[in-house]
């Protein structure tokens, strides 16, 4: 089991960017599919990004394609989330998940380890 923290997320200006961070505890990690979620206010959590245990393979949200980059280093237990030309509608708590699996998915079922979360907000 591994467990999650999530950091650097803040404020941006629409058109900014922002790294994302998920330190992951444990020495599994790389037994680990690794996932970004993001939740806005009244909203459903929807997939953002995913990655494989290799790091090999990866899938992006339609929202996001182009514009994110979901990458992981294995040696030191960390995902992260490069976030690019970001817009207003970005703005959410992002999520970091694991999944105990070789390949990553786009439903939140499958991801069984959660951080906490860490807001972005994009001003217009």
């Known amino acids: 089991q591994v467990t999650l923290v999530e950091s650097g997320g803040g404020l941006v200006q629409a058109g900014g960017s922002l790294r994302l961070s998920c330190l992951a505890s444990?020495?599994?990690?790389?037994?680990?599919?690794m996932g970004w979620f993001r939740q806005a206010p009244g909203k459903e959590r929807e997939f953002v990004a995913g990655?494989?245990?290799?790091?090999?393979?990866?899938d992006y949200g339609d929202s996001v394609k182009g514009r994110f980059t979901i990458s992981r280093d294995n040696g030191k237990n960390t995902v992260q989330l490069q976030m690019n030309s970001l817009k207003p509608e970005d703005s959410a708590v992002y999520y970091c998940?694991?999944?105990?699996?070789?390949?990553?998915?786009?439903?939140?079922?499958?991801?069984?380890?959660w951080g906490q979360g860490t807001q972005v907000t994009v001003s217009s």
């Open positions: 998940a694991a999944r105990y699996s070789l390949t990553t998915g786009t439903t939140r079922g499958p991801y069984g380890v």
């Open positions: 444990g020495r599994t990690f790389s037994a680990y599919a």
């Open positions: 990655i494989g245990t290799s790091g090999r393979s990866t």
